[in-house]
């Protein structure tokens, strides 16, 4: 099974939000995706409550780096609380075969970020390579000046931006209602899914998987790509 994690010790940068878009867009492609919500909002577990059964399913499980996802599910994603630390935050990275840490374009954002991102690499799973962790830009607003420094704050790292999503109000409005952009009609969110469809094309690649990504597992996500056309 595989397991992403999206992690900041920061609150506030949007983790819930990339977590639920992103067991939203799995699940549009076919993926059988659980939710587990370590966050004592428990605002993952707010949204699952919303969903309309009329989209695709997504399982919700129990909080902690412990929990187990019910039987057929091929992906837990794992939405963090702030200030995960420690063993526990060891222990979640020793977990997943892939991290993805959201970043805001915001000065006390990106000192933050900059901290936490330098303890993430000195951790084994992460130093061996068995974890990959992938930076996403979140909220953004292109030709400002705080834009700039984001990327060039990121690019101070050697880890991948694998995305920039823009602060866009078809985040709040679908939140609100237990969707997501990929649950909304392309006429109002076509944008987001391009955006989305980088963060998505790292997720399905190779060095996203880190070294615990089997032959066997990447071979089968392969040809069910390709199947789908």
């Known amino acids: ?73 091929d992906t837990l994603i794992i939405d963090t609380p702030a200030g995960l630390a420690g063993n526990e935050l060891e222990q979640i990275i020793k977990r997943a075969q892939t991290v993805l840490v959201p970043v805001l374009p915001s000065p006390v954002d990106m000192r933050a970020a900059w901290r936490f991102l330098s303890h993430l690499q000195e951790i084994r799973a992460v130093r061996n ?14 030709h400002t000046i705080v834009y700039r420094e984001l990327t060039g704050f990121l690019d101070g790292f050697r880890v991948p931006v694998v995305g920039q999503l823009r602060d866009s109000m078809n985040y709040v409005r679908s939140f609100e209602k237990g969707l997501a952009v990929a649950d909304l009609p392309p006429y109002l969110a076509w944008q987001d899914w391009e955006e989305w ?15 615990g990504a089997s032959p066997g597992r990447l071979l089968a996500a392969a040809m069910q790509r390709l199947t789908r056309g």
């Not at 995706?33 to 009329?54: F, G």
């Not at 390579?129 to 292109?142: E, K, Q, S």
């Not at 469809?197 to 070294?211: C, D, M, N, Y």
Request: charge should be neutral; include cysteine; hydrophobic fraction near 40%.
């Open 197 to 211: 469809e980088t963060v998505l094309a790292w997720i399905r690649s190779k060095p996203s998987q880190g070294k």
């Open 129 to 142: 390579r068995d974890t990959a962790v992938g930076l996403i830009a979140n909220r953004v607003r292109p």
């Open 1 to 73: 099974m595989r397991t992403i994690a999206v992690l900041n010790a920061k609150g506030g940068c949007g983790k819930t939000t990339i977590a639920t878009s992103l067991a939203s867009a799995l699940a549009w492609e076919g993926h059988a995706v659980a939710l587990a919500d370590m966050d004592p909002q428990q605002s993952t577990s707010d949204w699952l409550s919303h969903r309309p059964e009329d989209y695709p399913a997504l399982e919700g499980i129990a909080s902690g780096t412990s929990a187990r996802a019910p039987d057929g599910v």
